[in-house]
């Protein structure tokens, strides 16, 4: 057997969610069926990061196993059965014990806002119309890399065995009419990046002070965060490996 990564981006409007369900229309089970459907046997694949109903990617990635041998054509098939908001990227070789989700370093992740109403964002940003203080916001970022407990941030209802996680950059940036926020870590909790954001931004409008940003952190309790920002702000925009895991075998 043949383990392969596979890299994909995708548009999250249309779907319940990143992983297959029994009652929804996944961004994973797409990608099985594609897959299925080229190799004519059932294809299950593990993904490197679970993103939410209505969360973006430019970058995901996902494994599977094949004593088959892959169709020069493979990438153009598989991306003529998705459906047109999925694309498969590329295809690796890796080891037979490498694990989509577990060999990763790190993920990043952007939240996009923007002020003035627009058509043509808003299913890929957050309108949020209201004036912010920036020094706050970006005060607020940098409290974050200083915690490595997120409990605050965790939704209910996971199954993770601890909180911890280990924050490698976190800050906002400006950019054309808009506000980004970029997040990088060695793994994420269940609704972590957008609890973050919600409560920045309470930080920005002065509705929290940055002393009680700081006793939300420490309260360990995510009824002080605020997640009600919505999922089509959010992009996962890359997962990274150890370098040379990655064994490119064919690209778009």
């Known amino acids: 057997m043949n383990r392969y990564f596979i890299e994909v981006a995708y548009k ?6 990143f992983q297959v369900q029994n009652n929804g229309h996944s961004v994973q089970g797409a990608i099985d069926h594609a897959l299925s459907t080229l190799m004519r046997v ?24 094949t004593d088959q041998s892959l169709h020069p054509q493979f990438l153009y098939k598989v991306n003529a059965i998705l459906p047109r908001d999925i694309v498969l990227k590329g ?9 989509a989700r577990f060999a990763a370093e790190s993920r990043s992740y952007q939240y996009f806002l923007y002020h003035t109403k627009d058509p043509f964002r808003q299913d890929r940003a957050y309108y949020y119309p ?21 409990s605050t941030f965790s939704k209910r ?3 993770v065995k601890t909180y911890n996680c280990r924050i490698l950059h976190s800050y906002w940036v ?14 994420f909790l269940r609704g972590m990046v957008r609890g973050l954001v ?10 929290l002070s940055i002393e009680q940003f700081h006793e939300a952190i420490n309260a360990k309790d995510c009824t002080k965060a605020d997640f009600a920002v919505p999922p089509e702000g959010l992009f996962l925009m890359q997962v990274q ?5 990655l064994q490119p075998v064919m690209k778009l």
Do not use: C, W
């Open 12 to 17: 999250g409007s249309q779907f319940a969610g």
């Open 42 to 65: 059932a294809i299950v694949t593990t993904g490197s990061s679970r993103t939410d109903a209505g969360v973006h990617a430019h970058q995901n990635f996902l494994h599977f196993d």
């Open 91 to 99: 295809v690796y070789a890796v080891p037979a014990e490498a694990h």
């Open 130 to 150: 209201y004036t912010l203080d920036f020094a706050l916001l970006q005060q607020a970022a940098a409290i974050v890399s200083d915690y490595t407990d997120f």
């Open 157 to 159: 209802n996971t199954q």
């Open 174 to 187: 400006r950019e054309e009419g808009e506000l980004v926020y970029h997040v990088r870590a060695n793994r």
């Open 198 to 207: 919600g409560t920045m931004l309470r930080v920005g409008r002065g509705k």
């Open 241 to 245: 490996y150890p370098e040379g895991l």
